[in-house]
């Protein structure tokens, strides 16, 4: 069965910086897209970054959050810097197998003016 936990979330200053791991087990992810999602209160869930063959990201995001993986692990990263307030939701970590999607428990991320 596949398993997505989250971990690294917390409080923390604008300004200042997080990792986000997400774990995965129950398969070899290696062939996968793995994505990260973030729900604010009030607003629906969208998307972050994404690593496949390539890596992308939303525009919000581009230049200070970079996704990276340890496939050996089957773990991946994301590395938030230079925090915002408007950065503060929960994050998920997502994968798709063929037509199933895989989500996380996610973890919050709170980010102080």
């Known amino acids: 069965q596949v398993q997505l936990i989250e971990s690294g979330g917390g409080l923390v200053q604008a300004g200042g910086s997080l990792r986000l791991s997400c774990a995965a087990s129950g398969r070899t992810f290696s062939s996968n897209a793995m994505d990260w999602f973030r729900q604010a209160p009030g607003e629906e869930r969208e998307f972050v970054a994404g690593?496949?063959?390539?890596?992308y990201y939303a525009d919000s995001v581009k230049g200070r959050f970079t996704v990276s993986r340890d496939n050996a692990k089957n773990t991946v990263y994301l590395q938030m810097n230079s925090l915002e307030p408007e950065d503060t939701a929960v994050y998920y970590c997502?994968?798709?197998?063929?037509?199933?999607?895989?989500w996380g428990q996610g973890t919050q991320v709170t980010v102080s003016s």
């Open positions: 690593s496949g063959g390539i890596t």
């Open positions: 997502h994968t798709r197998v063929g037509i199933h999607n895989y």
